[in-house]
């Protein structure tokens, strides 16, 4: 009796031990993909956090205000507004007379088009006119969730579409999660753009959500596998198969990889797998010492002359 006894109060600790843990996991999900009306200032990234501060993390979760334009293209453009599945899209149009074709742009996770305005600005120089567009969830774009690159594809594919209804080939540069949408929006979605320039693209929902949890010096399961089994049901859909290396098996376009060497996010093995796996024609470019960042920081000529080559190329 005594060992029966036992036996049910040690199940009823282990079932309320993962009900915990299924709860902590379902809050943090929540709380990843969902970002504040509010404009204070969000989390820190992991790698920046005190040790108080990533204990707090660990307990309730990253605070992220939904990102805004806080700077204007300082050329001349036009604010496009664009249906999309997950709502209406703000984009800016910038042309330029006598064009080679448009450069679509889209920004990674938490951030906005206002982030992308340096690299548009030389894309203009090289002769050629730019959309720029907030993913919805961000910037002047309708909502407030994010599903870091699955249903961010249709928005790609929803902003490409409407450059393609005019003349001209259609490049896309993407960032990040933007790079992971891209991908998706080309092997799921059946966009096809005239080439893809693409930085830094995560290897695979689960692939970002174990980095997480390294940069913050925590053993990654059980706990990345439950954010991303969680972040998926919250959203309705399956997290496991957001995965860059498997798209990238299904593209033919052209492809520039662009990515930095100190990425903390994004490791050399994601990167090696996604361009082996890239069926079209390919390139690649690694910027030495630079990490999760725009890779024009540090080497701006490097960068310049990667792009215009990769462009003229074509």
């Known amino acids: 009796m005594q060992r029966r006894r036992l036996a049910r109060r040690g199940l009823l600790v282990v079932l309320l031990g993962l009900g915990l843990l299924n709860a902590v996991a379902f809050f943090h999900a929540w709380r990843f993909t969902h970002f504040t009306a509010d404009s204070g200032r969000p989390t820190g990234s992991p790698e920046q956090l005190t040790l108080a501060g990533k204990l707090g993390v660990l307990a309730t979760g990253v605070r992220t ?14 604010t496009v507004r664009l249906p999309s599945p997950n709502g209406q899209l703000e984009s800016w149009y910038g042309a330029v007379p006598r064009a080679w074709g448009t450069v679509a742009l ?3 996770y938490t951030s906005s088009k206002s982030q992308l305005l340096h690299e548009a600005g ?3 120089r090289l002769g050629y006119n730019v959309l720029l567009t907030d993913f919805a969830g961000s910037g002047g774009s309708a909502g407030y969730n994010c599903t870091v690159g699955y249903h961010e594809a249709a928005d790609v594919a929803a902003a490409v579409r409407w450059l393609q209804r005019r003349p001209g080939p259609v490049f896309i540069y993407a960032n990040s999660m933007g790079a992971v949408a891209t991908l998706r929006a080309e092997a799921e979605l059946g966009l096809r ?3 893809n320039l693409l930085e ?17 010096g925590v053993p990654a399961f059980p706990m990345a596998n439950l954010l991303v089994f969680w972040g998926g049901a919250a959203n309705g859909f399956n997290a496991f198969a957001l995965d860059a290396t498997a798209y990238a098996a299904r593209i033919p376009t052209p492809t520039l990889l662009l990515w930095g060497t100190a990425d903390p996010r994004v490791t050399l093995p994601e990167t090696d797998a996604i361009f082996a796996a890239l069926a079209g024609p390919k390139q690649r470019q690694d910027f030495p010492g630079s990490g999760h960042e725009p890779y024009w920081w540090k080497h701006e000529a490097l960068w310049q002359r990667t792009v215009a080559r990769f462009l003229n190329g074509l």
Do not use: D, E, W
């Open 122 to 124: 030389y894309f203009r």
């Open 106 to 108: 889209f920004p990674g």
């Open 193 to 195: 753009p005239t080439a």
């Open 200 to 216: 830094c693209p995560y290897g695979s929902m689960l692939a970002t959500a174990q980095s997480r949890f390294h940069s913050i």
């Open 65 to 78: 205000p939904k990102a805004r334009n806080y700077v204007r293209p300082t050329f001349p453009y036009a």
